[in-house]
């Protein structure tokens, strides 16, 4: 994911703040030598490298999972004892749902999109916005709208008449 312009990138991470926000535990029998190393991107099984958290699922992927240089890998339990010796298999009953929670804690910016638009709000002065609700710029609230607080009204929305 590691591109110019993309999102910004948090951490590096420790292997077990990791484990700790996402509730998991690191395979017993995985390589223990690893587990001060830290996590410092998401990558695919195919591209991953020692310091990358990746996943596996898919049984078909098995020899692409053998075969990967990820150093951190979310993993079903049934598959742990298969993962490379310089891997570090993180076990889950979900590892594609538990990637994408490690991909909102690396690179917290992408589960927010970004302003498209610089100019102001249009609210109407009927709107009830309530306290600690987010409009970005170039968001559109209608007549009699009522927004609650902690929503958050992203640019380019259009939030019609007597929405609640």
């Known amino acids: 994911m590691e591109h110019p312009g993309f999102f910004q990138k948090a951490g590096p991470f420790e292997l077990n703040q990791i484990c700790e926000i996402l509730k998991l535990e690191v395979q ?12 410092s991107n998401v990558a695919s099984l195919a591209t991953a490298g020692q310091n990358d958290l990746s996943f596996f699922e898919d049984k078909k992927l098995l020899d692409v999972f053998k075969t990967s240089k990820a150093g951190f890998c979310l993993v ?42 610089s100019g102001n709000q249009l609210i109407d002065e009927t709107a009830l916005i309530e306290e ?9 609230i209608g007549k009699e709208a009522q927004i609650g607080a902690g929503t958050i009204i992203s640019s380019g929305a259009v939030i019609g008449y007597r929405t609640y």
């Open 132 to 140: 600690g609700a987010i409009i970005e710029p170039g968001a559109i």
């Open 76 to 117: 079903p339990e049934q598959f742990a004892d298969q993962a490379p010796d310089d891997m570090v298999a993180i076990i889950t009953k979900t590892p594609h749902k538990s990637f994408v929670e490690a991909i909102a804690v690396i690179y917290p910016t992408a589960t927010r999109p970004e302003r498209t638009s």
């Open 28 to 39: 017993p029998s995985s390589n223990s030598s690893r587990e001060n190393l830290r996590i």
